[in-house]
């Protein structure tokens, strides 16, 4: 990192000592300021920035522990480097405890001097680069809770991140329990609304009337019961984002007032006639097939392809398996510290039963699974026991287990099932490799094995 760019505040009362440290560090491609007090450089540095400090500690008005430790309440990024010709523990341990980045020793060691010095450069620059790279974290998609790893699952969030910040209206469609509402606030909190309202409402838990008064709210007086005038789902999502869930289950009639909505961004309340304008964007969710639905005349074909501008699939968790390790090892962690117990994970054969059930109310149904089985639970790991599942896939023979060519994606192979656990309660303990082994019983030398053989990096 040897640039012009780089400055160093080089402090020291020695005007021969500091006019050759400037010579010296000016020939390795440094700019020098020079300061030949404590005082003059805590002004120097209230005055300009500087990429580093090499300071000598005895000076005559302010030393330079005491300027150190004012220099650090100005900018305690800077790193300082300590010098000194009176060596002694207490000193070095007074300006390490100062903030100091490391502490030298007169006559310096030029070439001691010079590596201290491009270290604490490189340290400065690691650090920079990290919080540029905190800062584009913290751009890039954010995934609302959304666990799982699968291939299935990277393509729809890929898809996801693509369509957030655009305006057009999304149609999710998912089998029941699939997360369709944990997409739909990935798709509003990664977009240019998500410092509005996410407003979300089941089409299908409310009668065609009240629907109606939800969304759109009515005046006062429209009918028995309203004392007042209410503002609707869609007034009150203004600026944001609206979910309707289950929208299959409209009426016809609710669909004509939606398709309005969609086309002229408007809306009128209940019982009134003043047009008000709405400034929302439209997520919608449904368990079935919409084209289905408007070929038997039972849904519009005129809203289905207003609202299919992007169709989002979320697939079931039959057809995303490997991620059933990573939700049943984030569900485990959640239960048991809402329930104030200590429990690992699952034993190997309630893994692999759990890989291998259908679950036919996809994610939701492993959540109240685990749920139980943690609220039941009397050792440190799951068993079948506490896990009683609704009748599962039959296991495979031993004579389909011998023939490899049966072996499809409705069965995983023991292996697989051990790789699964390993990066599940690797996850789950935040990459930390010690308490994962410990979490799995193995020695961390073996977990290394492990994540070689997967291609992960230890």
């Keep these: 990192m040897k640039t012009k760019s780089c400055s160093i505040l080089v402090v020291d009362d020695d005007t021969a000592h500091r006019t050759m440290l400037r010579t010296l560090i000016g020939g390795w491609g440094y ?46 990024a800077i790193p300082v480097i300590i010098m000194t010709a009176y060596s002694s523990i207490e000193s070095a341990v007074s300006a390490l405890k100062a903030g100091a980045y490391d502490y030298l020793t007169k006559p310096l060691d030029f ?11 490189e340290h400065l620059l690691l650090r920079e680069e990290n919080r540029i790279l905190r800062q584009h974290l913290d751009q890039r998609f954010d995934r609302r809770q959304i666990i799982g790893r699968s291939e ?4 729809l969030l890929e898809t996801v991140a693509q369509v957030a910040p655009s305006e057009a209206t999304i149609l999710i469609h998912g089998e029941s329990g699939t997360g369709k509402e944990l997409i739909a606030g990935a798709i509003h909190y990664n977009s ?20 109606e008064s939800e969304l759109f709210g009515h005046e006062k007086g429209a009918f028995t019961g309203a004392d007042r005038r209410k503002e609707g789902k869609f007034l009150q999502a203004s600026g944001g984002s609206l979910f309707l869930d289950e929208v299959s ?6 669909q004509v007032k939606l398709l309005r909505v969609l086309q002229e961004r408007e809306i009128t ?37 207003r609202l299919n501008v992007v169709n989002l699939n979320l697939p079931p968790l039959r057809e995303r398996k490997e991620d059933i390790p990573l939700l049943a090892q984030h569900f485990l962690v959640k239960f048991s510290d809402l329930n ?32 139980r089985g943690v609220v039941l639970s009397r050792s440190e790991y799951l068993d079948d026991q506490e896990l009683p599942m609704l009748p599962a896939s039959p296991a495979p023979s031993s004579s389909v287990i011998m ?37 799995l019983g193995i020695t961390r030398k073996t977990l290394h094995k492990k994540l070689k053989e997967y291609g992960v990096m230890p």
């Design 31 to 76: 700019e020098i300021v020079e300061a030949d007090d404590g005082a003059v450089a805590i002004e120097a540095v209230q005055n300009r920035p500087f990429d580093l400090i090499l300071m000598d500690v005895r000076m005559l008005k302010v030393s330079g522990i005491e300027a150190l430790g004012r220099i650090k309440a100005i900018n305690p």
């Design 111 to 121: 070439d001691t001097l010079r590596l201290t010095i491009e270290r604490a450069m």
């Design 152 to 155: 299935t699952m990277e393509k």
């Design 192 to 211: 240019h609304r998500k410092a509005g309202p996410f407003i979300k409402i089941n089409c299908a838990a409310i009668t065609e009337t009240l629907l």
């Design 249 to 254: 289950e409209m009426s016809l009639m609710m």
């Design 269 to 305: 309340r209940v019982g009134g006639e003043q047009v008000v304008a709405v400034d929302v964007r439209m997520i919608v969710a449904t368990n079935k097939d919409l084209l289905t639905l408007t070929a038997s005349g039972r849904f519009r074909e005129d809203l289905y392809y």
């Design 340 to 371: 104030h117990k200590s429990i690992k994970g699952f034993t190997p054969q309630t893994m692999d039963h759990l890989i291998r059930y259908d679950w036919p109310g996809n994610v939701r149904e492993l959540m109240n699974a685990v749920e």
């Design 403 to 439: 023939n490899p060519s049966a072996i499809t994606d409705e069965t995983m192979p023991l292996t697989a099932v051990e790789k699964a656990t390993i990066l599940s309660v690797l996850e789950s303990s935040d990459g930390n490799k010690s308490l994962a082994s410990r979490k």
